[in-house]
């Protein structure tokens, strides 16, 4: 079970830390995911991690302003986001990667937690 934390309301530039939480003895065996799904928009991918953190990997346009990481021992992984900007705003949902069969399609992920909503002001 995973439970994602840290949205809230940011003005444009500002900087919001997202957790998720997973539950189980299996998370550092499994890659992870994070996801966003604006208003009347289709779930898009952000941003992903390999098991150990080694790898990541990000949509365009998110490259250069969000960072994810993943902390093993308490079974969290984190994306960091900064010089945010309104077009950011949408709901944001972890995932654990269940095939690498493609780093980027929802359906190589599972497991998908609540959400948590981010909301960039002007």
């Known amino acids: 079970q995973l439970q994602a934390s840290g949205g809230g309301l940011v003005q444009a530039g500002g900087s919001l830390r997202l957790s998720c939480a997973a539950s189980?003895?299996?998370?550092?065996?499994?890659?992870m995911g994070w996801f966003r799904q604006a208003p009347g928009k289709e779930r898009e991918f952000v941003a992903a991690?390999?098991?150990?953190?080694?790898?990541?990997y990000y949509a365009d346009s998110v490259k250069g302003r969000f960072t994810i990481s993943r902390d093993n021992a308490k079974n969290t992984v984190y994306l960091e986001m900064n010089s945010l900007k309104i077009e950011d705003t949408a709901v944001y949902y972890c995932?654990?990667?269940?095939?690498?069969?493609?780093?980027?399609?929802?359906?190589?992920?599972?497991?998908w937690g609540q959400g948590t909503q981010v909301t960039v002001s002007s």
């Open positions: 995932a654990r990667k269940r095939s690498w069969r493609t780093v980027t399609d929802s359906a190589d992920f599972g497991s």
């Open positions: 991690i390999s098991w150990s953190g080694g790898s990541t």
């Open positions: 189980g003895d299996t998370f550092s065996s499994y890659g």
